[in-house]
């Protein structure tokens, strides 16, 4: 139905690593969210992805959204300590009254 | 400025007893939403409010669970005669109108024992 499905579950690096994390839905998505939880700490918004083919890039991150809107990722070049954390897709309807969270991505870097 | 707030930030209770979570909202952002985080879990939504309107509640597990949003500003989620199963991290988010990014509050941690 309306689920995102992640993957991986948890993905361990080696710190200057790359590491990506995977969104699929079954159905289009009108756009998609993605947000970082710190250990303890509340989701914070990251980047909203609409358009079809869009990349938007913030530093070492760069967001994809796939050309039929069914999949995005998120991939981190060279990690850093300060990358862990769980990286959470959601989908968010046009009209936003609710957002549909993936399970997240678990990140460990390893200095 | 001032971010989400909630409160209290960790409550421990008794199986069956009632509990209150407060959330303020950013000023002046009109959606205010509810979720539920269990461990190693991403947050299930459980409730939305348009200023004072509940629009959407479906994501409430129970009738043990009651959200409010009288003044259309802070917000209450009730849950009476917890159980165990209600230990949750409890996530409110608010932004300024029916779509776009959500600004979370840093939750309140519910155990009960």
């Known amino acids: 139905g309306q689920q995102v499905m992640q993957i991986p579950q948890y993905q361990h690096v080696q710190e200057g690593e790359d590491f990506t994390t995977y969104c699929n839905s079954s159905t289009t998505l009108s756009n998609i969210q993605w947000y970082k939880q710190r250990p303890g700490g509340h989701p914070v918004f990251l980047i909203q992805?609409?358009?079809?083919?869009e990349v938007k890039k913030q530093k070492r991150l760069t967001f994809q959204f796939g050309e039929a809107k069914k999949n995005s990722s998120l991939h981190i070049t060279a990690t850093q300590t300060t990358d862990v954390g769980t990286y959470f897709c959601?989908?968010?309807?046009?009209?936003?009254?609710?957002?549909?969270f993936g399970a997240g991505t678990i990140l460990r870097v390893k200095s | 400025g001032a971010g989400v707030s909630q409160s209290p930030r960790y409550k421990v209770a008794k199986r069956g007893q009632d509990v209150a979570l407060r959330c303020d909202p950013i000023?002046?952002?009109?959606?205010l939403f509810w979720y539920q985080q269990a461990l190693g879990q991403g947050p299930e939504f459980l409730t939305y409010f348009q200023n004072e309107a509940q629009l959407d509640k479906s994501g409430l597990p129970s009738d043990r669970f009651f959200a409010e949003r009288p003044e259309g500003s802070v917000s209450t989620l009730k849950i009476q005669r917890t159980q165990q199963e209600d230990s949750a991290v409890y996530l409110c988010?608010?932004?300024w109108g029916g779509g776009g990014r959500e600004y979370f509050g840093p939750g309140t941690r519910l155990l009960v024992l």
């Open positions: 988010a608010s932004t």
């Open positions: 992805l609409v358009k079809s083919g």
């Open positions: 959601a989908r968010a309807r046009e009209y936003g009254n609710k957002l549909v």
């Open positions: 000023s002046g952002h009109v959606s």
